[in-house]
């Protein structure tokens, strides 16, 4: 009887283990999609060749494009005839709380995975390591950080770009004033109207904004580089079932060689609205997290 009863127990847990996948999207974001047969995506309106808008509530970009990837995949994956997607603009400031509060169920901008972020909110993996450095007017002389000693220098409202500047061993005895945008377009109008002699942003960033320009020839990307950032798409935290989905959707791009094109596509192709491409190969950082993906932070970079 006993030992019978202890069969009983085993077979009654692994039909449990064996039920869980489909357990798991009756509840968090699959279930919230499934439901209600819509999906919203938070994006950027100037982030680079990650996310941007192209106008009348249209947006494009490497992570748009990933983010549409993983939920075409989400569809099949649930069984909808019909997925509609949502497109809701998003800011450094904001894009944290929305995605937590559930008005955004994907971000897919240029958002940092860091272990303090990490505490709110969780990252699918790595899909492109950014490097912060600074954009100055080619016009200015300023070539490093030493030189921004007594300038004006912008930074997005919500970003950690001045605090790595700030933080770093040649920023030492360097004196500067900080001046925020409300939105990364708005800091490079900063620099472009001469309101500010530098700005300090993702390298990425920064290529996308001088390539849509008037005169992008009038810019130039100089100095040390101040970190080095692992950049991903942003989910709700404690949602294990949909970040698997995220993860094995993007897991899947890589090992088709296809993750490779679509970021040739938008970072080495001519891309809207200038049509004008931003020129910016794969980084070997980028490339090491495709060929080994994973969902560490920032400071894990900074141990190396």
Same mark, same amino acid.
Request: some cysteine.
């Given at each position: !009887?006993? %030992?019978?009863?202890?069969?009983?127990?085993?077979?009654?847990?692994?039909?449990?283990?064996?039920?869980?996948?489909?357990?798991?999207?009756?509840?968090?974001?699959?279930?919230?999609?499934?439901? =209600?047969?819509?999906? /919203? !995506?938070?994006?950027?309106? =100037?982030?680079?060749?990650?996310?941007?808008?192209?106008?009348?509530?249209?947006?494009?970009?490497?992570?748009?494009?990933?983010?549409?990837?993983?939920? @075409?995949?989400?569809?099949?994956?649930?069984?909808? @005839?019909?997925?509609?997607?949502?497109?809701?603009?998003?800011?450094?400031?904001?894009?944290?709380?929305?995605?937590?509060?559930?008005?955004?169920?994907?971000?897919?901008?240029?958002? /940092?995975?860091?272990?303090?972020?990490?505490?709110?909110? &969780?990252?699918?993996?790595?899909?492109?390591?950014?490097?912060?450095?600074?954009?100055?007017?080619?016009?200015?002389?300023?070539?490093?950080?030493?030189?921004?000693?007594?300038?004006?220098?912008?930074? /997005?409202?919500? /970003?950690?770009?001045?605090?790595?500047? %700030?933080?770093?061993? %040649?920023?030492?005895?360097?004196?500067?004033?900080?001046?925020?945008?409300?939105?990364? @377009?708005?800091?490079?109008?900063?620099?472009?109207?001469?309101?500010?002699?530098?700005?300090?942003?993702?390298?990425?960033?920064?290529?996308?904004?001088?390539?849509? =320009?008037?005169?992008?020839?009038?810019?130039?990307?100089?100095?040390?580089?101040?970190?080095?950032?692992?950049?991903?798409? !942003?989910?709700?935290?404690?949602?294990?079932?949909?970040?698997?989905? &995220?993860?094995?959707?993007?897991?899947?791009?890589?090992?088709?060689?296809? !993750?490779?094109?679509?970021?040739?596509?938008?970072?080495?192709?001519?891309?809207?609205?200038?049509?004008?491409?931003?020129?910016?190969?794969?980084?070997?950082?980028?490339? &090491?997290?495709?060929? =080994?993906?994973?969902?560490?932070?920032?400071?894990?970079?900074?141990?190396?």
């Amino acid at each position: !009887m006993r %030992r019978n009863a202890v069969l009983q127990g085993l077979t009654f847990a692994a039909s449990l283990c064996i039920a869980l996948p489909a357990l798991s999207q009756d509840s968090g974001t699959l279930k919230k999609i499934k439901d =209600s047969a819509s999906a /919203t !995506m938070g994006v950027r309106e =100037s982030s680079g060749g990650l996310s941007f808008t192209i106008g009348d509530g249209k947006f494009a970009g490497f992570h748009v494009e990933l983010c549409q990837r993983i939920l @075409a995949d989400v569809q099949k994956q649930l069984g909808l @005839a019909k997925l509609d997607i949502k497109y809701q603009p998003v800011t450094s400031q904001n894009r944290i709380p929305l995605t937590q509060n559930g008005t955004v169920d994907i971000e897919c901008g240029s958002t /940092t995975n860091n272990a303090a972020r990490q505490k709110d909110v &969780a990252f699918a993996v790595t899909t492109y390591v950014e490097e912060v450095r600074i954009a100055v007017k080619a016009s200015s002389g300023i070539t490093s950080i030493a030189q921004l000693n007594g300038k004006n220098v912008a930074t /997005t409202t919500g /970003t950690t770009s001045v605090q790595l500047l %700030r933080k770093h061993e %040649r920023a030492a005895g360097v004196d500067f004033k900080e001046v925020f945008g409300k939105d990364h @377009a708005d800091s490079f109008l900063l620099l472009e109207s001469g309101r500010a002699d530098a700005f300090v942003m993702d390298g990425q960033i920064l290529a996308g904004n001088i390539a849509k =320009s008037k005169n992008p020839a009038d810019f130039r990307i100089v100095g040390e580089v101040l970190a080095v950032e692992p950049i991903a798409i !942003m989910l709700r935290k404690d949602d294990p079932a949909f970040k698997k989905a &995220a993860d094995d959707s993007l897991k899947a791009l890589i090992k088709s060689g296809e !993750m490779a094109k679509i970021y040739d596509k938008w970072f080495m192709q001519p891309i809207p609205p200038a049509n004008k491409p931003i020129g910016l190969p794969a980084s070997e950082a980028t490339k &090491a997290a495709w060929a =080994s993906p994973n969902d560490k932070p920032a400071e894990d970079y900074a141990k190396k």
